[in-house]
């Protein structure tokens, strides 16, 4: 059974504190994972793809954990605009449709 | 460019009448995704397009839910007859084939009464 589990949140911290939250993914055949921002009302678009080795964007870094099956998106020094929800995303390989969305992690940044 | 463009917006309707959505992926990609989003569920694959061929279908919910892509440039997502619990927000995305990272369009705004 391929699940991808987000905790909904909300998330509420101050502007300039540092937030991470998890994915954590069921199959171990999941191959590559995302994390896609929405914000409300708006459509996902891509913040950034997860490796293995760690991803990092400006504020934005992105870990995957094998052994214990989860991602991470860690976000510092967290501005007003980051203000959004965060949805992971696991590829199962094969075809493009072999993939599953969690459903959102709620972040509220206050100033 | 454009980036994916969806119509309408928001469409309300009631039960038992027939929707049509549409989406015009962005010039080049030659992958299309249609999606449904709903808070219980979240955000679920319905189908999608390589080269204007649907590949896999198994997300369509059931047959009152109709799928094309006549050419390059424009899907269609249909349901007939629609019910209340169709409501959601549907988006379209596009890629290139094989591209895992898609670009969402605006979506479309569903209300079945």
Redesign the interface.
């Known amino acids: 059974r391929k699940e991808v589990e987000q905790d909904p949140g909300p998330f509420n911290v101050p502007e300039g504190a540092t937030v991470a939250f998890n994915c954590t993914y069921s199959n171990s055949a999941s191959q590559?994972f995302?994390w896609y921002r929405q914000d409300c009302r708006?459509?996902?678009?891509?913040l950034m793809?997860v490796y293995s080795s760690g991803n990092e964007d400006g504020r934005f870094t992105a870990q995957l954990n094998r052994a214990s099956q989860y991602i991470s998106l860690l976000i510092r020094d967290s501005k007003l605009s980051d203000s959004a929800t965060y949805?992971c995303e696991g590829?199962y390989g094969g075809?493009?449709?072999n993939?599953i969305?969690?459903?959102?992690t709620k972040l509220s940044v206050k100033p | 460019d454009a980036g994916v463009i969806q119509s309408p917006r928001h469409e309300v309707t009631e039960m038992g009448q027939e929707v049509t959505l549409r989406c015009k992926p962005i010039s080049g990609h030659n992958s299309l995704f249609w999606y449904r989003q709903t808070m219980m569920r979240g955000l679920e694959l319905l189908i999608y397009f390589n080269n204007n061929v649907p590949i896999d279908d198994s997300g369509m919910p059931e047959d009152r839910f109709s799928a094309k892509m006549p050419n390059a440039s424009f899907s269609t997502l249909k349901i007939q007859p629609s019910e209340p619990r169709d409501s959601a927000v549907y988006f379209c995305a596009s890629s290139f084939i094989g591209v895992i990272g898609y670009t969402f369009g605006s979506g479309t705004r569903l209300t079945v009464v």
């Open positions: 590559s995302f708006k459509e996902p678009k891509l793809s949805l590829y075809s493009q449709g993939l969305f969690g459903k959102g």
